[in-house]
């Protein structure tokens, strides 16, 4: 069968990858055209257009930076919705919010065609292992009901993952500044009820101060963006979030958009980057 990928950056092209690797024929299209020339090697056909993808492709999947990407590649000239239509498919896993998702879900109903929703929790490991938890709603989905759920599950679990990520830093730096190993720390964190992976796995590289981007910083300021505004719609206080969506958008004024999420280390410990600081 042939799937269409749209979108390949740090998580599109491993999942693109991964696609090839289980024996489907995909045929991919970046907006950076060149990006797509390592899929080529590996076996994929590039397309030219998103149209040009979907006319050719039951099924197509997308995987894009943010709100207005994931628009912009259906609703613009030689977008999705050119060549959408019975008996096609469209998933897109771009973390995006509820509103934008319903927009493109009827959008690509009205032509005919089916939509999922379909974010994913993971990174750029669990996307290269094939290990990403995949958040579904929509057609002929059964896990979180309509359109739009898919989206706000996804936002509050990167909210909590956000304010795990600012908390973490502040218990480095607070080990760090009274006197205690920050290693030992994360050794002690990693044996209680607080354990989880992703302290595990980022622990180490922050005190090495590395930020190779697996999950890039500007991504999750728009996570916590976009899950504060679903926060003010329902009325729900959020202070911790709040407070951690400011640290990460200290972060990107001093040009760290581009290093991963864990990278707001920096900012609690007052060091800080240069840079634009533009997404
Ligand atoms: N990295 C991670 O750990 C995870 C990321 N996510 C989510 O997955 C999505 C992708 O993340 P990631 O791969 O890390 O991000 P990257 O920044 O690496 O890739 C973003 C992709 O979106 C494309 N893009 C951006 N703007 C536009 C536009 N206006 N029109 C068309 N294409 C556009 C980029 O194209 P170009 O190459 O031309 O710039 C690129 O292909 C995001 O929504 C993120 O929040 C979800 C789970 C984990
Ligand atoms: O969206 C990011 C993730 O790590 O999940």
């Known amino acids: 069968m042939e799937v269409g990928f749209l979108g390949l950056g740090i998580m599109g092209k491993a999942m693109a990858t991964n696609l090839l690797r289980h024996g489907f024929r ?29 006319s050719k492709c039951r099924y197509t999947i997308a995987m894009l930076s943010d709100p207005s990407a994931a628009l912009s590649v259906v609703f613009d000239k030689d977008g999705v919705l050119e ?20 927009k493109i879900s009827e959008a690509v109903k009205q032509k005919g065609g ?39 599950m996804k936002l509050v679990v990167n909210m909590v993952m956000g304010s795990m990520m600012n908390s973490l830093s502040e218990g480095l730096c607070l080990a760090d500044k009274s006197g205690l190993s920050p290693q030992t720390l994360l050794d002690v964190l990693d044996l ?13 590289t922050m005190l090495q101060g590395s930020y190779s981007p697996a999950f890039p910083l500007k991504h999750q300021q728009k996570d916590m963006r976009l899950a504060l505004a679903l926060g003010d719609e329902n009325a729900v206080a959020m202070p911790v979030s709040a407070a951690a969506n400011e640290a990460f958008k200290k972060a990107r004024s001093l040009g760290l958009g581009d290093q991963d999420f864990s990278a707001v280390y920096e900012v609690v410990k007052g060091a800080g980057g240069s840079g634009s600081g533009q997404p």
Not at 38 to 54: F, I, K, N, R, Y
Not at 83 to 102: P, R
């Open 26 to 54: 995909v045929t991919v299209w970046n907006r950076t055209l060149a990006k797509c020339q390592e899929l080529a090697a590996l076996g994929a056909t590039v397309g030219e257009t998103p149209a040009s993808v979907v």
């Open 83 to 102: 060549q959408i239509g019975s008996g096609k498919g469209y998933v897109d896993m771009s973390t995006v919010d509820a509103a934008t998702s319903t």
């Open 114 to 152: 089916a939509f999922l929703e379909a974010p994913v929790s993971g990174s750029k490991k669990p996307a290269e292992d094939g290990q990403l938890v995949i958040l579904a709603a929509g057609d002929k989905s059964f896990f979180l009901g309509e359109i739009g759920n898919g989206a706000k």
């Open 192 to 204: 209680g009820a607080i354990a989880n992976p992703m302290f595990k796995l980022k622990g180490p």
